[in-house]
């Protein structure tokens, strides 16, 4: 199922300060909207959505930009899943509306033809195709959206329901990766610490990031471990939003 192209939003204090922190890291400021309080910043094969005041519910957020809004809804009303905002359009014929994940992490689904239309400086026709796929930073390591679950199966259900597929599941079951398209979902019954929606960048080149950020001037949450081979740390952004890079050996990336 066609969702759109995939982007990782954060509600943020004070914007400024957060594009300081992702542009340490190496992050490139793909647009910034001033006066809607609104940047997207991207490294490698992520793209993250900088949102101040403007996210409801104002917690970390998945969505999918300008693909068939009306499509996705009616699969997900036939499927069951829980809508927190309904389908509604504008007044130029696009659409949104809002998802709710077992879990309650927020999906939301918009198709715009013109954006930022309430601030003239910054008002823009939507593009007539859809940015091209993010590539894997081999340094930074590839992109996972990761979430804590309580119900496995019940997680894995939900997002197979709109089109995901499970790329790698855990004999346990306690860990499940899933993919549509430019978007993979992590799922962790009990292993995230902190428990929270975490940015998790695998197979980086784990010591040189480190060293990067103790040049950067920038605290670590979580002490760099292991070494290059096996090694991970942790970051928190200004607003407390985790990021967790960690290398295991054997560990294979996606291939598309």
């Known amino acids: 199922m066609d969702l759109g192209y995939f982007e990782t939003s954060l509600p943020v204090a004070d914007i400024g300060k957060s594009m300081a922190f992702y542009e340490a890291l190496g992050f490139a400021r793909a647009e910034y909207a001033e006066d809607a309080g609104n940047a ?22 998945l969505i ?32 949104a509306f809002m998802l709710q994940d077992p879990d309650g992490h927020p999906l939301y689904f918009i198709r715009m033809k013109t954006f930022y239309p309430q601030y003239p400086a ?3 026709p939507a593009p007539a195709e859809r940015p091209p ?45 899933l993919q549509n398209a430019d978007c993979r979902i992590g799922l962790y019954q009990g292993h995230l610490q902190p428990p929270q929606f975490q940015l998790i960048f695998w197979q980086g080149e784990i010591m040189e990031l480190a060293e990067a950020v103790r040049r950067a001037g920038l605290d670590f949450f979580v002490a760099p471990r292991g070494d290059a081979e096996h090694g991970s740390f942790m970051l928190r952004d200004p607003d407390g939003h985790p990021l967790f890079f960690i290398r295991m050996p054997g560990v294979v990336g996606p291939t598309a």
Request: charged share 25%; net charge negative.
């Open 122 to 124: 910054h008002t823009t």
């Open 64 to 95: 999918f930009w300008q693909g068939p809004v009306e499509d996705v809804a009616a699969a997900a009303e036939r499927a069951g899943l829980t809508f927190l905002k309904p389908l509604h359009h504008d007044a130029e014929g696009g659409g």
């Open 133 to 177: 796929v993010l590539e894997i930073d081999g340094a930074f390591g590839w992109y996972m959206a990761s979430l804590p679950v309580e119900d496995m199966d019940r997680s894995v259900a939900f997002y197979e329901a709109l089109g995901f597929a499970v790329v790698d599941r855990e004999a346990d079951n306690r860990h499940a990766t």
């Open 40 to 61: 997207t910043m991207i490294r490698g094969d992520c793209r993250l959505g900088l949102f101040q005041g403007h996210l409801d519910p104002d917690r970390a957020q």
